[in-house]
């Protein structure tokens, strides 16, 4: 069956940590894994990765995709307060091609 | 702009009545799919539909109905054999692997 983990499920941190949120995956006909955040609403699209070890960065977050070792990480520096959101990892693939997601994890910033 | 609009953002309901939830998008996607999210649970796919006329069951369909008459719409019907409805429910769209999928806002719906 496919399947995608998250972890941790939740987190507290205080303004300026850094965090690092992974993601594993068992899903056949692997295609792109992608990071959305979630603050109340609709998630909102962050990274889609394809290839393993090519990072990718927009300001403070980055991420990073291990195909070999079926992984994924989402780094958050010098966090603030506005990152506090669920985190969802999905990825494409499985029989009908279409998006698995993991449980997500909670991400609490605390001033 | 274009977008998804999902409708209505919150929805009470009796027990046992079926309620409709709309969902209309503008991007001019082939793919829609609604989706389930319960804490600590995550996204389960309730429905999916890759072209007009056309639409499968995904993981969590029980309890559940669909149409695709337009390419634009995806209404979600819950109806009175789903046994735990109260949930947010997320609907998307996407146009092969571009960008990943886009979402509606929402709907929180409460059965009491």
């Known amino acids: 069956e496919d399947k995608v983990v998250q972890s941790p499920l939740s987190l507290v941190v205080h303004e300026g940590d850094t965090v690092t949120l992974n993601c594993s995956y068992e899903?056949?006909?692997?295609?792109?894994l992608l990071w959305y955040k979630q603050e109340k609403k609709a998630p909102t699209f962050l990274f889609m990765l394809?290839?393993?070890?090519i990072e990718k960065k927009s300001g403070r977050l980055s991420s990073i995709l291990d195909k070999k070792e079926l992984f994924s990480i989402l780094n958050i520096t010098a966090t603030q307060t506005g990152d506090s959101a669920i985190y969802l990892c999905?990825?494409?693939?499985?029989?009908?091609?279409?998006?698995?997601f993991g449980t997500g994890t909670l991400l609490a910033v605390q001033p | 702009d274009g977008g998804i609009t999902q409708s209505p953002k919150y929805l009470f309901r009796k027990e046992g009545q079926n309620v409709t939830l709309s969902c209309e998008q503008n991007?001019?996607?082939?793919?829609m799919y609604w989706y389930r999210q319960d804490p600590g649970q995550g996204l389960r796919l309730i429905y999916y539909s890759q072209i007009v006329n056309d639409f499968q069951k995904g993981d969590i369909a029980e309890g559940y109905s669909v149409s695709r008459e337009k390419k634009e719409s995806f209404p979600l019907t819950v109806t009175s054999a789903q046994k735990n409805p109260t949930a947010f429910y997320l609907c998307a769209s996407s146009q092969g692997l571009k960008g990943g999928y886009t979402f509606g806002s929402g709907t929180r719906l409460t059965v009491v």
């Open positions: 394809t290839s393993s070890g």
């Open positions: 999905a990825v494409y693939g499985g029989a009908t091609n279409k998006l698995i």
């Open positions: 991007l001019n996607h082939d793919a």
């Open positions: 899903v056949t006909n692997f295609r792109s």
